[in-house]
């Protein structure tokens, strides 16, 4: 089974900028994976940044962005915050109606 | 602004069936744009997609689960439901239900608060 891999964790600096990744074991993330990422914070139920590569949820701050970089998928966050430090996902669409998540990303902001 | 709802109970019992229902208010349950979701996290763990349904009827699951997993709809009382057969202590976790843009966006827009069913004698 393809496996959607992630950095286990990454730090940024209070302003700084960040790009997670959202890769496969096997192949290249293209925009036919239709990525998605998602930010959780303990205790809470995960919130939508980004759909379908780069389309950002309704009240997403513009510091979030999606793309492609090489063969994965990427979030970048520009002008990191406190409040962003939480834990990140993505999912990706395998066809044959078939979502994998990933093993998300602990993001620190120090 | 649609709203989800999971409930069911919080403690099953090695090799029983965990049956969970997710209850959707505002918005549109039957609408062909959206597809409804199970997710689930263990604490301490990353997310795990279960499967998800259409308003047909139509289920998908993921393929690790695929053999204990059942994914029903029941439109009139705007519900979907989960049932995951022979549990074991893998399977305690918090359970999410979701709404499913799949066809479209792909992405899951709107999440249930979560509830935490624990596998337990």
């Known amino acids: 089974q393809t496996v959607v891999t992630q950095e286990p964790s990454f730090s940024v600096s209070p302003g700084g900028t960040v790009t997670l990744t959202c890769g496969l074991s096997s192949g290249s993330v293209s925009t036919t994976y239709y990525p998605s990422w998602y930010q959780q914070t303990p205790g809470q139920s995960p919130r939508t940044l980004i759909y379908s590569t780069n389309f950002r949820s309704s009240g997403v701050p513009d510091r979030f962005s999606g793309s492609i970089l090489g063969s994965k998928a990427a979030l970048t966050i520009t002008g990191a915050q406190a409040d962003d430090e939480s834990d990140y996902y993505c999912m990706l669409y395998m066809g044959s109606g078939i979502s994998v998540l990933g093993g998300g990303t602990k993001l620190t902001v120090l | 602004q649609v709203q989800l709802q999971e409930s069911g109970p919080g403690l099953v019992k090695p090799s029983q069936t965990l049956s969970l229902t997710c209850t959707v208010s505002?918005?549109?349950?039957?609408?062909?744009?959206?597809?409804w979701s199970w997710i689930r996290q263990p604490a301490g763990k990353g997310l795990e997609w279960i499967g998800r349904?259409?308003?047909?009827?139509?289920?998908n699951y993921n393929p690790s689960l695929m053999s204990r997993v059942t994914i029903s709809g029941d439109t009139s009382r705007r519900q979907f439901s989960l049932k995951l057969s022979s549990v074991t202590a893998a399977d305690t976790a918090v359970y999410y239900c979701?709404?499913?843009?799949?066809?479209?966006?792909?992405?899951?827009?709107?999440w249930g608060q979560g509830t935490l069913v624990t596998v337990s004698s």
């Open positions: 349904i259409y308003s047909s009827g139509t289920a």
């Open positions: 979701a709404r499913d843009r799949l066809g479209t966006w792909y992405d899951f827009d709107s």
């Open positions: 505002g918005g549109s349950f039957s609408s062909g744009n959206y597809y």
